[in-house]
């Protein structure tokens, strides 16, 4: 495999698990209304987390990631703080004014950061298909093959995310007030499923 080819399967491979729904798209579309770039600051604040953690893999720390309790650690806390940040949006639709309402409760950066972190799938897909990522990098050296397949990697996680804000925001152009805070409800209903599901899932490793 060349190295066109290579970032070219890097781009399929980083928009097929972008794509996929979860708490991070859902709030991405939240945080489209209030900019049609948002998209830009989420996914920065992805890349505070994911950088770090590219780095440890390339540097040969998978097997204490690994470590039994990490994972369970992780799904615990993310989906604490997912429901925490889901229930957050209903109380704000309670005790905020009709015009705050729709107002979710952490800025674009902090919430790429946070969502990313506290998704124990991330991780997963990080020790999995990542991780044989970046073992193919050694094929073209540390700079065009790692620095540049995190670098691909990005750009497909930012055009995805500006796509979506980008939409989100024309959109809520024409559905008005009252449509717009169904479809933050539906965000909100999103992050509290995924939230009671990495409790639940968390739970089972340790009973496990």
């Not at 998978?62 to 957050?88: A, M």
């Amino acid at each position: 495999m060349n190295l066109l080819a290579f970032y070219g399967f890097i781009t399929v491979i980083s928009l097929s698990g972008v794509m996929s729904p979860g708490p991070l798209t859902a709030f991405l579309i939240a945080r489209g209304r209030q900019s049609p770039w948002a998209g830009i600051w989420v996914t920065l604040g992805h890349a505070l987390a994911e950088v770090p953690l590219i780095i440890a893999l390339y540097a040969g720390l998978q097997p204490f990631i690994e470590i039994q309790g990490i994972r369970e650690g992780v799904s615990l806390l993310g989906g604490g703080v997912l429901i925490y940040l889901g229930s957050g949006v209903f109380r704000s639709f309670r005790a905020a004014a009709p015009e705050q309402k729709s107002v979710l409760q952490c800025n674009s950066l902090t919430g790429g950061v946070l969502l990313t972190l506290l998704n124990p799938y991330w991780i997963l897909w990080w020790l999995t298909i990542g991780a044989s990522l970046i073992a193919r990098t050694s094929e073209f050296g540390w700079l065009a093959g790692l620095v540049g397949m995190t670098v691909v990697h990005l750009l497909a996680d930012a055009a995805w995310a500006v796509f979506v804000t980008w939409s989100s925001n024309q959109g809520s152009r024409m559905i008005g007030e009252t449509g717009w805070m169904r479809i933050e409800q539906g965000c909100a209903w999103v992050m509290l499923g995924f939230g009671v599901f990495f409790v639940y899932d968390g739970l089972m490793g340790v009973l496990a």
